[in-house]
């Protein structure tokens, strides 16, 4: 069962990285992608809370955040992306939150140990820091590439972003506890539905993004 999810994953991997390719090379995939996600997003975020929220006047606040929020995220990493140091920083930031959700997974299965939250009983503590070593490695590898030096300043970019990547994957997961569902939808074979795979980039990039402003 686990090769079978591990099969599953890795095909539509090596897909996401072949989109990822397809979107820094042409603004029209990415602005084509980011509409097909954020509509799938705030249309899965939409079941999700139906089923948490019995009040339908919660359901509409926490919506109407939801949606805001995706429509300024898109906007913003569509607009920096026309600007070429902001869109290798967006993308190195892009691929660091992928490598994260790829390194937790590998370790976790791997190693296993202890749970590392009640929140999601996947989660395991040589999970996290899968992802923080993944997350570093292949961040400070891409500033290395650009810039043919080592700063110590990355790396602490690489650590915020694992963790702020961790910490959207896992308010999700209580959302997805709340709701009592497994994955927010089948969008994608082996992963679950779009916000299963893009909860962590929705906090670890903007947040990501501000560290690196304010050490630089």
């Known amino acids: 069962m ?7 994953r890795v095909y539509t991997s090596l897909i996401l990285f072949i989109l990822i390719f397809l979107i820094i ?3 029209f995939a990415l602005m084509f992608v980011l509409i097909i ?20 006047y919660h359901q509409l606040i926490f919506n109407c955040i939801f949606t805001i929020y995706i429509f300024s995220y898109c906007f913003m990493f569509f607009f920096f992306s026309n600007f070429i140091q902001l869109k290798i920083i967006l993308f190195s930031l892009l691929i660091g939150c992928v490598f994260s959700d790829i ?15 009640k929140i ?37 970019i690489g650590i915020v972003t694992s963790i702020t990547c961790q910490i959207g994957d896992l308010f999700f997961s209580f959302l997805k ?23 962590g980039i929705l906090v670890g990039i903007p947040i990501g ?7 630089y």
């Open 120 to 156: 999601s009983p996947n989660k395991t503590i040589s999970g996290a820091f899968g992802s923080l070593i993944f997350t570093c490695f292949i961040i400070c590898l891409i500033f290395y590439f650009y810039t043919n030096a080592f700063d110590y300043k990355v790396l602490a």
């Open 37 to 56: 996600l954020g509509l799938y997003s705030i249309l899965e975020f939409f079941a999700i809370s139906k089923k948490i929220f019995i009040n339908k």
């Open 177 to 199: 506890r709340k709701a009592k569902i497994k994955d927010t939808g089948n969008f994608l074979p082996g992963h679950g539905g779009v916000l299963d795979r893009v909860d």
């Open 209 to 215: 993004y501000i560290i690196l402003i304010l050490i």
């Open 25 to 27: 090379k042409s603004n």
């Open 2 to 8: 686990i090769f079978k999810d591990l099969k599953k």
């Open 103 to 117: 390194g937790g997974f590998v370790f976790g299965k791997i190693f296993k140990g202890p749970k590392l939250t």
